[in-house]
Nanobody, 122 residues
Framework: QVQLVESGGGLVQAGGSLRLSCAASGRAFSTYAMDWFRQAPGKEREFVAQISWSVVTTFYADSVKGRFTISRDNAKNTLYLQMNSLKPEDTAVYFC???????????????WGKGTLVTVSS
C-alpha cells in the first residue's frame, strides 16, 4: 500500500514558476514508476510527466516538454514537478500517481494522491 499526498499548488501569474511535491508513505516507493497527471475543469485527466523507479528515464507530454521537470528523491520518498514558464492553460488539479509498470495511461496507475490545485492567471 502506498499513500500519496501532493503539495505546492497555488496561484501564480503567467510566466511564473511553481514546484509541486508528492510525499509517499511506505517502503516500496523506490520500486514504483511515478507519474504526474492533471485535470482541468470540464476536461479529462491527462498525462503530464513520468519518471522510472531508477530515475534513469523520464517522459513528458508535448504540452509541457521544455518547461516542466520531473524528479524524485527515493531516500526522502518524494516526487517533484518543477513547473516553469507557466501558462493559463496549465491551470488544473495536479495529481501524482504510482505504478508498477511504465505507462502514461491513468487506468494503469495503482495509487493516486488527492491532488493539488494550480491556477495560472493571465
Amino acid at each position: 500500500q502506498v499513500q500519496l499526498v501532493e503539495s505546492g499548488g497555488g496561484l501564480v501569474q503567467a510566466g511564473g514558476s511553481l514546484r509541486l511535491s508528492c510525499a509517499a508513505s511506505g517502503r516500496a516507493f523506490s520500486t514504483y514508476a511515478m507519474d504526474w497527471f492533471r485535470q482541468a475543469p470540464g476536461k479529462e485527466r491527462e498525462f503530464v510527466a513520468q519518471i522510472s523507479w531508477s530515475v534513469v528515464t523520464t517522459f513528458y507530454a508535448d504540452s509541457v516538454k521544455g518547461r516542466f521537470t520531473i524528479s524524485r528523491d527515493n531516500a526522502k520518498n518524494t516526487l517533484y514537478l518543477q513547473m516553469n514558464s507557466l501558462k493559463p492553460e496549465d491551470t488544473a488539479v495536479y495529481f501524482c500517481a504510482a505504478s508498477r509498470r511504465i505507462s502514461s495511461w491513468p487506468d494503469d496507475m495503482d495509487y493516486w494522491g488527492k491532488g493539488t490545485l494550480v491556477t495560472v492567471s493571465s
